[in-house]
């Protein structure tokens, strides 16, 4: 089966909901320390247009591009939340439901200590 790319069009709402959010939080930051689009694309390395989809949430955005925005505005420490084993319920309680009911002995106690 041949690999499919993402578009605008065949992402799902809920991923170009959360993606032009984050956009709009990047522009918010951005505002917020004074910087023109032009500063903080010199500060990530990024070129101008990509910062400008960054902002608008375009969904096909190297996810690596946004995590440049990030670090450049100090927002970094978020990254490590992102899919943390430890906030995934439904992975937990699947987890858990795989667990073997009754460990079963392997024969008696050995005694030789």
């Not at 004074?34 to 070129?47: E, I, P, V, Y």
């Not at 400008?52 to 670090?71: H, K, M, V």
């Amino acid at each position: 089966m041949p690999r499919q790319n993402l578009t605008p069009e065949t992402t799902p709402l809920d991923v170009v909901r959360a993606v032009r959010r984050l956009g709009q939080n990047i522009m918010r930051a951005r505002i917020r320390r004074g910087l023109r689009q032009a500063d903080l694309s010199k500060k990530t390395g990024l070129a101008l247009g990509t910062l400008q989809r960054i902002e608008a949430g375009n969904p096909t955005t190297a996810i690596s591009a946004y995590f440049a925005a990030l670090w450049a505005l100090g927002l970094e420490r978020e990254f490590e939340n992102l899919g943390a084993p430890d906030k995934d319920d439904v992975g937990k309680t699947l987890e858990l439901a795989r667990q073997p009911k009754r460990v079963r002995s392997s024969g008696g106690l050995d005694a030789d200590f």
